[in-house]
């Protein structure tokens, strides 16, 4: 049959008459039919268009809550598939124990990988779409053969009944299944939709079962020889999933041993992956090098710390799912990355007059050091790049008064002998930003944008991200507006725009989030800053707030286009923050450059307290930018300033001539937060530290013509108002106090130990003859009365660390 | 599990559209497919129309004829794909006639039946030149080339053939069949 009989491409008039047409259609259809067609794939497929439709292109009611019809069937789904990957999981490791020829009966009760608090709460990822291949965990051994992939066509009785080889096997439940293993027999399970199914042929002289119950506990008991059992996902769920992937050990001497990559703890040292190119499953991981950390894994297997001995700690991985990049993420269970940052030097203002930077308001950097100090790492251990010392020390509340004048701005400056060099003195600039009482705060639309991928199951990921949310959540007014998009696999809408009162609709929306799937943030941040803008409120705060552990730039090309998305976003007026969960995984280097670009900031949350902190504090005072491109420069006055080196923002250092330039952005500055930034200064007459008293040239330089003055520095800070594109400049001298720093005020002190403990931690020259002993004497010093005990923290965190290393 | 009235109400009225589209998904092929001519364009309205519909669906009052609601969102997307094809679309009186046809097949002789089912006792009913014909052609992927030298008779003959078959399947399938001389006379052998 053609159609060439009936429709002429290039012309559309109806040749035949409608009844014609109509029944030629008509028997098309039958034929189709008749050719096998299945009428059950068309409407699955209308179904999955439905559910991602309701996801991207429902209207949205503005501001108004609207609860949107969910598949729980889905989130069952891939917990049960999670936990169906641990049952193969675990048969493997039954089937290499059995591997010997003579049976040998074994009884393993485990709790699945897959086991999370409300798992079976229901629906989200719903609009994950269908991956083009069915995705399938493939557990091999040895000697178990003949595994096959289920026709998971089971039809959707509630009592499914399987005949596969003349058993048969029913399963009561979507989760309670059962898999008799038997010998020379092939059985599978399947859920009652079909989803997911488990394949095995029994090995060689394999009897036993494998169950899998609610709540994910998989109990296998089996005897017999060594195989392979496969487990298939013919559903919407992209399960496999790096945290997932199943890694097995193989010590020379050892039993092998079936273990989950999410136990993998590497430390700082080399886990190297060999070649593993694209579309394989498995692949073999060597730990190289000397081990900082023993790496546990689940299955007891341990490697030991120090240096490893060839052959020892090889290690292969299945059930990864495509990439390499999946791969590294999964075993370089430490692979966070650093941008490397490059202290700024020592400058002459002879020669640089000016130093110059952009706010910086993040405090990223010392949560996660935070979280580094306290799973015991020692201070060579913590990578230098993850130090930023301007980070470190805008974490904490300095007590710098109000802005009272026209700008809303004010410098708090102070100077005293610098603690860790005599000869030296310390400029602590700090600016304090205008506080808008809360009743002030313009209206938010703000659009949650979550990674739901597996690797965010954990308890102090997504969960946190919920809980934080709620704690936000309690915060919001009438005219507040929420959404939440949550992404992995495929991007989603889980809330349409709701109003902020709506604190119910938010809660349950969240209880209805669950981990799985594999990220690809880049489709996501398009539908966030959609219904951001969809939402858009007018001289509001129109924020972005993307909530994830790590790997972001799948979907989009590139960091490139991502950067260039959120930059322009951020021209329309649509700011992104970003909230890095966990610290096993981020891609530290891409979120923050996306929020710089972004307008946005970037903060590490890793416990309730903190996500209180950013959110309450942080985020709902950064929710209102009181200033944007907020650039601060000093100007040094060389008959005071032999030389000055700026303390930290490595990363955040402008060229002179941007800081008069509007068209280069910088930071903003959010409602009562404050900037701090810290100078070494070298006084005048006191050597010359930049390495210019040089054997040839005469000393000193062409002598300046210097106009008479007592100020050590000029403060200059230029800033726009959040819906202006001209800046503003202030100016306030700074003059200088000579006094030791021990009479300085609290807060300086404590700056300073700050600065000390990063210039310590940076392995930096300036502190190579300090010592944490100074940092806690400082840090005591300057305690004050800390309200909220994060100085308190900090002095503890530093003793810790030193304890650490002794 | 999430039991809150409004979800489960959500959750009834989505169940009750898949039912609806099971059983109404089959004439919507057809009537998209004889307006589009092509079945796979035919499957992307009919899916597209679907999803339309679901996000009306709450507004859609269950007393109306699902089938009619449905062939007027089709209509719209076969007119949206003719666009964007940069097709001339079908006349607004060749899409009545079609709706017309559709809803005869579908309510007039023998309403609640299943139209497909119906084909079957139809094609049997046929002459046995004319049902040859629609084998041939519909059911053994045969050209009309193929079949006409298969015939013995010059494709034009052969098309006119299938015409007159799908006429006479068509007044079939509309309880018309019975009243007319079943016996073709039109093509012997031009």
């Given at each position: ?281 498995s692949g073999a991981v060597r730990v190289d ?134 000869d030296h003195q310390l400029l602590r600039v ?357 309200p909220h005990g994060y100085r308190a923290e ?13 | ?190």
């Amino acid at each position: 049959m053609s159609d060439s009989e009936f429709s002429n491409p290039q012309n559309n008039e109806m040749k035949y008459s409608p009844k014609d047409a109509l029944t030629d259609s008509l028997l098309k259809h039958v034929a189709a039919n008749r050719r096998g067609e299945n009428s059950d794939e068309f409407l699955s497929q209308i179904e999955e268009a439905i559910n991602a439709g309701e996801a991207q292109t429902v209207p949205i009611p503005i501001r108004k809550a609207k609860a949107a019809p969910r598949s729980w069937k889905t989130i069952v789904r891939a917990t049960a598939i999670a936990a169906v990957i641990a049952l193969g999981a675990l048969f493997w490791l039954v089937s290499y124990h059995l591997e010997s020829t003579k049976p040998v009966p074994v009884s393993i009760v485990a709790s699945s990988v897959a086991s999370h608090e409300s798992e079976l709460q229901a629906p989200d990822l719903q609009t994950m779409k269908k991956p083009s291949v069915s995705p399938e965990a493939v557990i091999t051994a040895n000697s178990f053969s003949d595994f096959s992939l289920a026709d998971s066509t089971l039809g959707d009785s509630a009592n499914p009944k399987i005949n596969i080889d003349g058993n048969t096997t029913t399963f009561d439940t979507v989760i309670r299944r059962e898999l008799p293993l038997e010998t020379g027999k092939s059985n599978s399970a399947s859920d009652s939709d079909a989803d997911y199914a488990i394949v095995g042929h029994g090995g060689y002289s394999t009897k036993g079962t494998a169950v899998m119950g609610a709540g994910g506990d998989i109990q296998v008991d089996a005897t017999g020889s060594a195989g392979k059992i496969t487990v298939t996902a013919g559903g919407e769920v992209d399960f496999l999933d790096s945290s997932l992937a199943t890694v097995e050990a193989k010590p020379v001497g050892v039993k092998r041993r079936h273990l989950d990559s999410r136990y993998v703890q590497v430390g700082h040292g080399g886990v190297e992956a060999s070649p593993l190119t694209s579309g394989h499953r498995s692949g073999a991981v060597r730990v190289d090098g000397e081990l900082n950390e023993s790496i546990t894994l689940s299955g007891g297997y341990h490697v030991p710390a120090g240096p490893q001995q060839e052959g020892e700690s090889e290690m292969l991985v299945t059930g990864l799912s495509r990439s390499r990049d999946t791969f590294s993420r999964n075993v370089e269970s430490n692979s966070t990355r650093y941008s490397e940052l490059i202290d700024n030097e020592w400058k002459s203002p002879r020669d640089e007059p000016l130093s110059t930077f952009s706010s910086d308001v993040d405090t990223a950097s010392w949560t996660n050091l935070r979280g580094m100090i306290r799973s015991g790492l020692t201070i060579g251990q913590i990578p230098r790049d993850a130090v930023r010392i301007e980070e470190m020390i805008n974490y904490f509340d300095w007590g710098y008064s109000k802005p009272d004048g026209e700008h809303p701005f004010r410098f708090a400056t102070e100077t005293a002998s610098c603690p860790w060099n005599a000869d030296h003195q310390l400029l602590r600039v700090g600016v304090q930003g205008a506080e808008l009482p809360k009743s002030e705060r313009p209206d938010a639309n703000l659009v949650f944008l979550l990674d739901v991928s597996g690797s965010m199951n954990q308890p102090s990921k997504l969960a946190l991200v919920k809980k934080s949310i709620m704690v936000l959540a309690e915060e919001l007014r009438e005219g507040d507006c929420v959404s939440m998009v949550v992404y992995a696999g495929a991007e989603g809408l889980a809330m349409p725009a709701t109003s902020g009162r709506d604190t119910m609709a938010i809660a349950k929306a969240l209880s209805r989030l669950n981990a799985g799937g594999s990220t690809n943030g880049g489709a996501g941040i398009k539908l966030a800053y959609r219904m951001a803008q969809e939402n858009f409120i007018k001289d509001g705060i129109n924020r972005v707030i993307l909530c994830t552990d790590g790997d972001f730039n799948v979907g989009i090309t590139g960091n490139e286009s991502l950067v260039n998305l959120v930059e322009r976003r951020a021209r329309d007026g649509v700011f992104l923050s970003v909230l890095g969960y966990g610290n096993d995984n981020l891609n530290d280097s891409m979120l923050e450059e996306i929020t710089n670009k972004g307008n946005g900031n970037y903060f590490f949350v890793d416990s309730l307290q903190e996500a209180r902190k950013v959110f309450l504090r942080d985020l709902m005072g950064t929710l209102v930018a009181i200033a944007k491109d907020v650039k601060i420069q000093i100007e040094f006055n060389p008959a005071k300033v032999d030389s000055y080196r700026l303390i930290g923002y490595a990363n955040r250092r402008l060229a002179a001539e941007d800081f008069e330039n509007d068209k280069v952005d910088a930071g903003e500055v959010g409602s009562g937060h404050s900037v701090t930034a810290l100078y070494e200064i070298v006084p005048a007459g006191n050597g010359r530290k930049d390495g210019k008293g040089l054997r040839y040239q005469k000393s000193p330089e062409p002598p300046l013509e210097l106009i008479e003055s007592g100020e050590l520095a000029l403060l200059k800070l230029r800033y726009k108002k959040p819906d202006s594109d001209v800046s503003t400049p202030m100016t306030e001298p700074v003059v200088p106090v000579h006094q030791n720093w021990d009479k300085a005020s609290e807060d300086f002190q404590f700056a300073s130990a700050v600065s000390l403990f990063g210039l310590i931690l940076r392995d930096h020259e300036s502190a190579r003859d300090a010592s944490l002993d100074q940092v806690v004497k400082l840090a005591e010093s300057g305690k004050g009365n800390d309200p909220h005990g994060y100085r308190a923290e900090f002095i503890d965190l530093v003793k810790v660390l030193k304890a650490a290393g002794e | 599990m999430d039991t809150s009235p409004e979800i489960i109400k959500l959750q009834t009225k989505r169940q009750q559209f898949s039912c609806l589209m099971r059983e109404h998904h089959r004439e919507l092929l057809v009537f998209a497919g004889a307006i589009v001519r092509n079945r796979d364009a035919a499957k992307d309205i009919v899916q597209e129309a679907f999803v339309s519909a679901w996000r009306k669906f709450e507004r859609f009052d269950e007393e109306r004829d699902f089938a009619a609601w449905m062939r007027g969102i089709v209509r719209n997307k076969c007119k949206d794909w003719f666009r964007k094809m940069n097709r001339v679309p079908l006349a607004d009186t060749d899409f009545v006639e079609l709706e017309i046809d559709m809803d005869t097949w579908q309510n007039g002789s023998d309403p609640g039946s299943d139209l497909f089912e119906r084909v079957d006792g139809c094609l049997r009913k046929l002459p046995g030149k004319f049902r040859e014909a629609v084998q041939q052609f519909y059911f053994e992927d045969q050209t009309g080339d193929e079949a006409a030298s298969d015939l013995n008779i010059s494709p034009a003959n052969f098309r006119k053939r299938l015409e007159r078959a799908r006429g006479l399947l068509h007044d079939c399938l509309s309880g018309k069949m019975e009243s007319q001389s079943p016996t073709p006379t039109v093509e012997s052998h031009v």
